[in-house]
């Protein structure tokens, strides 16, 4: 086994330990040899259900406009006359003697039905779902394929790394193609709706008839909260895992150990299990365990910062971006003593142990701040994260600083190492020393 699979396998080894409920939960285990090619199993399902859905809209929007209400109602050509009237065309007549006209096509009455608004609203919301997820998937691909790439592959790369690079884009490729398929759901919905379309959660009522729909219970159900088909996303990624899931993989590993850091620091979860924060992002509660600890600490995993002018802003956590776009951390702790301002660490993991890769984490300093000014000095200041540091898979005790006060820098996280002196180092620095 090589050292880069043995890595592998104990962060997975670490993580399926931790799922071990949500495991049990879901279906059978995954088996099979670990796949070094096709598309990452952590979008898989995210994939699989924009396919589906690309499929199922066309009966969708056909079985609403069978059984709309009707509008109006239009004359159709018809061969036979039967509950119809003769045409007005004179090409549609034959003379029969001298002096009679006999039709030969006439026309029906049938009626127009229109396609509940509610429903395709309804469907538009699923349609924006799905392109959120997508949207998801897209970044954070991208992030992993720079991160393989920012520093070049070098002639001498493992068979590992390169078959990393050859995986993540043929997954960026599955996911231009998803992409193309909300697009034609967009338009066959507008096509329906026309400029009245507008997205909505509600759940129509009452519900659409017909075979299709009746599928859809369900199906949107996955759509709309992942959460329920966590068990089996975790069968599958921690199965047998694809090589283009393991920068994933390794993000999700580095914040489990942030969570056990914490812990270790004197405090507890505030609930159950901690994995569903880990693999579909959230916040993550900690009470501390001595009631008369002043200390408080609150995790995010992949939150959304929105810009400062956004009407969305701030964050959960109480932060923003400093400029026109989102920024989405891997690892957000915001921390401090009770009654006194808090303060933000970001820690964002790379699987790559490039110098370049670890210093970019560092952009979150200048990114995003405390969305409501505080004073430094006497003057009103957007104050940033004490820390935007990133975590790579060293095999090292100590941190890397790389200032001299600490606010960029490498916390090492090695799975084989074990050594978690570092984290716990950086950990005790969120709150103030009294």
């Known amino acids: 086994m090589s050292f880069d699979a ?3 396998d104990a ?6 330990a931790a799922s071990s409920w949500l495991l049990e939960a879901g279906t059978a285990p995954v088996g099979g040899a670990r796949s070094f090619g096709g598309g990452g199993s952590a979008w898989r399902l995210t994939l699989q259900r924009i396919g589906d859905f690309g499929q199922i809209l066309p009966r969708l929007l056909g079985e609403l406009e069978d059984t709309g209400l009707e509008r109006t109602t239009e004359l159709v050509p018809s061969h036979t006359p039967r509950r119809a009237v003769p045409s007005r065309r004179p090409q549609d007549f034959v003379a029969v003697g001298a002096q009679r006209l006999v039709p030969t096509r006439w026309l029906r009455l049938e009626p127009i039905h229109d396609a509940d608004p509610a429903a395709v609203g309804w469907l538009a919301h699923l349609t924006g779902c799905l392109e959120t997820q997508l949207d998801d998937a897209a970044v954070r691909v991208a992030r992993h394929l720079d991160d393989l790439l920012g520093e070049g592959l070098s002639t001498t790369a493992s068979e590992f790394a390169r078959a990393r690079v050859d995986a993540l884009a043929a997954l960026r490729e599955e996911i231009t193609a998803a992409r193309r398929t909300l697009e034609r759901c967009h338009q066959a919905l507008r096509a ?3 400029w009245s379309l ?6 129509p009522w009452p519900f659409p008839g017909g075979a299709s729909w009746s599928r859809m219970i369900d199906f949107a159900a996955r759509i709309e909260d992942p959460r329920t088909e966590l068990p089996r996303q975790l069968h599958l990624l921690l199965g047998a895992p694809a090589i ?8 999700r590993w580095c914040a489990l150990m942030v969570v056990e850091a914490v812990q270790r620091a004197g405090f507890a979860l505030a609930v159950r299990d901690p994995v569903p924060g880990l693999f579909l992002g959230g916040c993550i509660d900690f009470t501390a365990l001595d009631v008369a600890d002043r200390r408080t600490v609150r995790m995010w995993i992949t939150p959304r910062i929105p810009p400062a002018q956004d009407a969305d802003a701030p964050h959960e956590s109480g932060l923003s971006t400093n400029d026109r776009g989102e920024a989405t951390p891997d690892i957000l702790l915001v ?4 009654g006194l301002q808090a303060q933000a660490f970001v820690l964002d993991p790379t699987f790559n142990l490039g110098f370049a890769r670890s210093q970019h984490k560092a952009r979150y300093r200048s990114r995003i701040a405390f969305h409501e000014p505080r004073r430094v000095a006497g003057v009103p200041s957007r104050v940033p994260p004490a820390r935007a540091w ?3 898979p060293l095999e090292r005790s100590g941190c890397d600083l790389r200032d001299p006060e600490g606010h960029t820098g490498v916390v090492p996280l090695h799975p084989l190492r074990r050594d ?14 009294g």
């Open 390 to 392: 990133a975590a790579q």
């Open 244 to 251: 283009a899931d393991v920068p994933h993989l390794y993000e």
């Open 192 to 194: 329906v709706a026309g």
């Open 6 to 8: 043995a890595l592998l």
């Open 198 to 203: 507008r997205a909505t959660p509600r759940r």
């Open 420 to 433: 978690f002196t570092g984290l716990d180092a950086w950990l005790a620095d969120l709150w103030p020393k």
């Open 11 to 16: 962060l997975v080894a670490d993580l399926r």
């Open 335 to 338: 921390g401090g003593l009770a």
